[in-house]
């Protein structure tokens, strides 16, 4: 595949086209998506990065032999308002795995949640409704718009909220999300060094990003700087929506981001909220706690 993609450098688009016609592979990828045969040829080398990567899919036998760019990922198109658009999708194989751990860890209350879930009647949840029903109707994947730094009181239903959004996104609008809990992030990262880069580069790529909890987690400086700070930057920079949840307002999660075992950096801290402050619009929910 590498060696193709070589010689195509030195040919047209429309040679490389009518070559990779007579590859019954690409034929079958490409005709899945209605669209131009100009945005197919313009497309044509993500084409063969995705049928490289469908190939070793169909030789893998578990996530550890993964030899996708990202492990358990696959790189893979999708039609977004006549256009395709690569990014990455979970496996067959990844899938499997994080149902398992959902049925175990009881989050299937969030990967259910849908809009019309949510309890209306509590009045502290009224301005947080409006802006979700809000970006809702606004949301299209060429319509940028900022996410939410939502803070409050333990157990009053933040992160059930906005996965009733994305979720609602998802299946009525085919939006690609990741809710992420935070502190669980840092620490698989911390466990499996060779999987950061992949997923540094997975969450700051996804359409929409949910960081949750962010101020439960031991802050360090690589956990901060190197991780926190590389995904935030990126997706500040792309205009890529984002949202968090947190027990913390955005001052408290200052002062806790800028204290670590070996010392306190408050200048660090503070580049990591102005981020978050540039990528999101701050709503305190204050409510009872459900989890009873």
């Known amino acids: 595949m590498e060696k193709i993609k070589n010689n195509y450098k030195n040919s047209s688009l429309e040679e490389n086209y ?8 690409f034929i079958s990828l490409v005709k899945k998506f209605d ?60 899938k499997e795995y994080e149902k398992l751990l959902n049925e175990k860890s009881g989050k299937n209350d969030l990967l ?24 809702y109707d606004n949301y299209s994947i060429s319509n940028y718009q900022k996410g939410i730094y939502l803070h409050g009181s333990f ?5 059930f909220l906005l996965a009733a959004l994305l979720n609602e996104l998802k299946e009525k609008k ?14 698989n990262l911390k466990e499996d060094l060779s999987i950061v880069d992949s997923k540094i580069n997975y969450y700051s790529n996804i359409e929409i990003l ?26 500040m920079d792309n205009h890529l929506t984002t949202f968090f949840t947190s027990n913390l307002d955005i001052n408290e999660l200052e002062k806790h981001l800028s204290i670590t075992k070996d010392n306190m950096d408050m200048v660090k ?6 981020r978050i402050k540039q990528l999101t619009i701050d709503i305190e929910l204050v409510s009872k706690n459900r989890r009873n």
Request: aromatic share 10%.
């Open 210 to 235: 949910l960081l949750d909890d962010i101020g439960a987690e031991n802050v360090t400086n690589w956990g901060r700087d190197e991780i926190l700070g590389t995904i935030l930057q990126y997706r």
């Open 112 to 135: 259910n949640a849908r809009m019309k879930d949510i309890d209306v009647s509590d009045k502290n949840r009224v301005e947080l409704i409006k802006y979700l029903k809000k970006f």
């Open 155 to 159: 157990g009053s239903g933040k992160t």
């Open 18 to 25: 009518i070559k990779e016609k007579l590859n019954p592979k």
């Open 269 to 274: 801290a503070r580049r990591i909220i102005e």
């Open 174 to 187: 085919k939006a690609k999300f990741e809710i992420v809990y935070y502190p669980t992030l840092l620490r």
């Open 35 to 94: 669209v131009s045969k100009d945005e197919i040829k313009n497309n044509l080398s993500s084409f063969l990065d995705t049928l490289e990567e469908l190939d070793n899919c169909k030789n893998c036998n578990n996530l550890s032999e993964c030899k996708n760019k990202i492990k358990g990922y696959v790189y893979y198109p999708d039609k977004k308002e006549s256009k395709i658009i690569f990014g990455y999708a979970k496996c067959k194989k990844l």
